[in-house]
């Protein structure tokens, strides 16, 4: 009896013995399959979940510039003052800021390119040359005053998340913001699809420019995001295959 129970014993042990053996576990044939497999379904899987992140960071950059574009609104109606938003065209940088700040600035360039536009004016026929040199000046004043501003409030700059541009120059419908336009110097802003666009207005009374600007990602999807000028609201388009129109 005592010689069955040792027995038995014996072959209980051997048991739990070649359990916790290692040769009992995965071949490294099997690890290399399996690891395999989660390889090729990761393959498949990545490009779908891929242009999704993209996709979403999309978004989030429209819900972001809608947002800082609500508070530019809101800072023309509690300074009292005209606001303006700028962007820069084919990079992912903006500001806004109240006028008043840089009146200084305005006048300097104002009167360059005045002064510049009354010797042109007085010849009785203005030569093509010499209106590209007008359109030229023009630009540089624009574009230096913009560097001057950002240069001496480096805070005021706002970035759009990584892989997201401003695709093109806003689309500005009303007259009031075309006659600001006049004002600043911003008429010749770069349309070439680079450099800074022209100035977006918010005004005191809770108006604005009439504007559309148009985000792009790396999938070459948009958003368009309109600013209705009578009411100052904003809003967000669905996100737009390559190609398509707002």
């Known amino acids: 009896m005592l010689e069955r129970i040792a027995k038995r014993l014996e072959t209980t042990n051997r048991t739990a013995a070649r359990r916790l053996s290692p040769h009992g576990g995965f071949t490294l044939i099997e690890v290399c399959l399996t690891m395999a497999l989660l390889a090729a379904i990761a393959a498949f899987a990545w490009p779908t979940l891929g242009t999704a992140f ?102 005021l700059v706002r970035k759009l998340p990584p892989g997201v541009i401003f695709a093109s120059n806003p689309i500005i419908l009303d007259m009031q913001t075309a006659m600001a336009d006049l004002q600043s110097g911003a008429t010749q802003s770069s349309e070439s699809g680079s450099g800074w666009s022209k100035p977006i207005y918010f005004y005191p009374d809770g108006t604005s420019s009439d504007a559309q600007l148009l985000l792009r990602n790396e999938k070459e999807r948009s958003v368009s995001v309109a600013l209705r000028g009578l009411t100052g609201v904003v809003t967000v388009s669905d996100l737009l295959a390559p190609g398509e129109s707002p």
């Open 54 to 155: 993209v996709n979403q960071r999309l978004k989030q950059s429209a819900s972001q510039l809608s947002s800082h574009l609500s508070k530019a609104r809101v800072q023309a109606m509690r300074l009292g003052v005209k606001v303006k938003f700028v962007c820069e065209i084919g990079g992912s940088r903006y500001y806004w800021q109240a006028t008043q700040t840089e009146s200084t600035t305005e006048a300097g360039s104002n009167s360059s390119a005045q002064s510049l536009e009354n010797s042109i004016n007085q010849s009785n026929q203005p030569t093509t040359a010499a209106n590209e040199k007008l359109d030229k000046t023009s630009v540089k004043s624009y574009e230096e005053q913009i560097r001057e501003i950002l240069a001496l409030n480096p805070d």
